[in-house]
């Protein structure tokens, strides 16, 4: 009885495990390099921080398997590439064109340095650039800081 409960257990574990591999045959070593190259460049559109390579999900799945139908129709990297932003937007790319669309993604984090780096000279002008002058009691005191050297008062 205990056996073949564990044995039940390990076929569905067995059938489990061999749904989530990609049975794939390619004509070369060349075109399996590309199928990988491909779907390590394109985001999954569920997972979004992971390619089409590394998810699960299903439109992955699906998604892998468009780009293996379409590199045995013979189409390039590029092609399948253009193919799937087509399809499913810039989104599924992980270097989107520079369009109008996409130009304050591109734009964005120069125009936030800049930004900040104009704030920093707009206050350091406003300052002047010149320190005031200390007070009586301010220099009386820093001077007795300078002449202790561990800066504690007595």
């Not at 075109?31 to 992971?50: D, G, I, S």
């Not at 013979?74 to 064109?97: C, H, L």
């Not at 930004?115 to 009386?140: K, T």
Request: hydrophobic share 40%; with cysteine; glycine share 6%.
């Amino acid at each position: 009885m205990i056996l073949r409960n564990l044995l039940t257990v390990l076929l569905l574990c067995s059938t489990a495990a061999g749904a989530a591999i990609d049975a794939r045959h390619f004509n070369s070593v060349a075109q399996e390099q590309q199928y990988r190259e491909v779907t390590e460049q394109l985001r999954c559109p569920k997972c979004q921080n992971n390619s089409i390579a590394d998810s699960d999900a299903i439109i992955a799945a699906e998604m892998r398997a468009k780009v293996y139908q379409l590199m045995l129709q013979g189409r390039t990297k590029r092609q399948i590439i253009d193919y799937m932003v087509a399809r499913y937007g810039n989104f599924v790319s992980y270097e989107p064109p520079v369009n109008p669309l996409t130009l304050m993604l591109w734009l964005g984090p120069l125009l936030v340095v800049m930004l900040g780096g104009l704030a920093v000279v707009l206050q350091a002008a406003r300052r002047g650039g010149r320190a005031e002058p200390l007070s009586s009691d301010e220099r009386r005191r820093l001077e007795q800081l300078l002449d202790k050297p561990d800066g504690k008062q007595s």
